[in-house]
């Protein structure tokens, strides 16, 4: 499954909580102030098709979060 297709798949507007929407990818040209540097100049936008709420997503922030989840482990001070 797609990026995009997740995205769509867990929508719901925070504007109008509709749940149909329509996604883009699209290249931002130039570069960024330094404080404004997003590591990447595709984004992924998501439209709620009902009110045309966008919401902008960096796919590199997707990668980053595919890293397996570490258990709950008890802490040393809490056994």
Known sequence: M???EKLLA???CPKCR???AVTR???LPGKFPPLLSFGSEEF???TCTL???TEMYSPLAFEKTQEP???NK??????
């Open 25 to 27: 990818t699209v290249k």
């Open 51 to 53: 009110c045309g709420y």
């Open 18 to 20: 509709g749940k149909s």
């Open 2 to 4: 797609s990026l995009e």
């Open 69 to 71: 989840v570490a258990e």
């Open 10 to 12: 867990s929508f719901c």
């Open 74 to 79: 008890p802490l040393a001070h809490e056994t």
């Open 44 to 46: 992924i936008l998501i």
